[in-house]
């Protein structure tokens, strides 16, 4: 016997094929004769959405598992911000400026790929344009691999690029997206950006402050932008947020600086109480 299998039983895939092979009759036509793990729109049916977010779950986790994955260096950012060769067809002046952090990305994650050894601190971002492109581009300068998580979007439907293709992954669910790229995280660096980013970066800030994430070294890019469009310390002021919630982050303006704050880091401890509380 060659056959190499670790049951007894029929294989999944091998069905699968048979049963494309039966006669054509009105019976095998019918949609209630196909296999329910092969028909798409059993599968896509609102009663079927539990089995779809655990499938969304577990395939790119299987698949980072078999790449041997062992932990991530995240990179949120804005998807329209420009190369800076590219600047003038920015829509705005402040984008066109915000292109340098294109630069200060792939610079960025050229260094982290250099310094891992293609399963520790690999560079992930959403897949996109802008920041994500650069931060995939910088560890393909590197000769490394880099994760993309892409979403379906009415628009923006292709990765970009540079994304290791075994390592590109399309979601539907925005909530499975986040929480693959938080379980590997090793550090949350996040680039100037909009609706998107700033929910990556609070929802990630809050799972740090209510303990339900370790700490890791999160970065902000650009002290002035973030310093313009959040009022941090007013927050702190209210008293809606703890005077010590601002320690959970730090601003940098260049990859090296990061880079730095990074190699010595040695605080990922969980907190077990919120405080000012």
Same mark, same amino acid.
């Given at each position: 016997m060659t056959e190499n299998r670790s049951h007894p039983l029929s294989n999944a895939g091998a069905d699968r094929v048979s049963a494309e092979q039966v006669p054509d009759t009105p019976q095998t036509r019918a949609p209630s004769y196909r296999l329910a793990f092969a028909d798409e729109e059993f599968l896509c049916r609102p009663e079927l959405?539990?089995?779809?977010?655990?499938?969304?779950?577990?395939?790119?986790?299987?698949?980072?598992?078999?790449?041997? $994955?062992?932990? #991530?260096? *995240?990179?949120?950012?804005?998807?329209?911000?420009?190369?800076p060769s590219k600047k003038d067809t920015a829509r705005t002046q402040t984008l066109a400026d915000l292109s340098r952090f294109y630069d200060e990305t792939r610079k960025f994650a050229k260094i982290i790929t250099e310094q891992s050894d293609g399963h520790k601190n690999v560079i992930v971002t959403g897949g996109g344009p802008g920041v994500m492109e650069a931060g995939n581009r910088g560890a393909l300068d590197a000769g490394g691999r880099s994760i993309g998580l892409n979403i379906v979007l009415p628009?923006?439907?292709?990765? @970009?690029?540079?994304? #290791?293709p075994d390592?590109?992954? @399309?979601?539907?669910?925005?909530? $499975?997206?986040?929480?693959?790229?938080?379980?590997r995280a090793?550090? $949350?660096? *996040?680039?100037?950006?909009?609706?998107? #980013?700033?929910?990556?970066?609070?929802?990630?800030?809050?799972?740090?402050?209510?303990?339900r994430m370790h700490r890791v070294p999160f970065l902000l890019f650009g002290r002035e932008?973030?310093?313009k469009i959040? @009022?941090?310390?007013?927050?702190?002021?209210?008293? #809606? $947020?703890? /005077?010590?919630?601002?320690?959970?982050?730090?601003? *940098?303006?260049? /990859?090296?600086?990061? *880079?730095e704050i990074l190699n010595a880091w040695e605080d990922f401890s969980r907190r077990d109480a919120i405080p000012g509380r």
């Open positions: 959405r539990p089995a779809r977010l655990q499938l969304e779950l577990l395939k790119p986790e299987l698949a980072l598992d078999e790449h041997g $994955i062992e932990s #991530t260096v *995240v990179l949120f950012g804005g998807a329209r911000i420009p190369e628009h923006e439907q292709a990765p @970009n690029e540079y994304v #290791t390592l590109c992954f @399309n979601f539907h669910y925005f909530a $499975i997206r986040k929480m693959h790229f938080l379980m090793n550090a $949350i660096c *996040v680039f100037p950006g909009g609706f998107g #980013t700033l929910d990556e970066m609070f929802e990630t800030l809050t799972l740090i402050q209510t303990g932008f973030w310093e959040v @009022n941090w310390e007013a927050l702190a002021d209210a008293g #809606t $947020i703890s /005077a010590d919630d601002l320690d959970l982050f730090q601003f *940098v303006e260049t /990859a090296e600086e990061a *880079v």
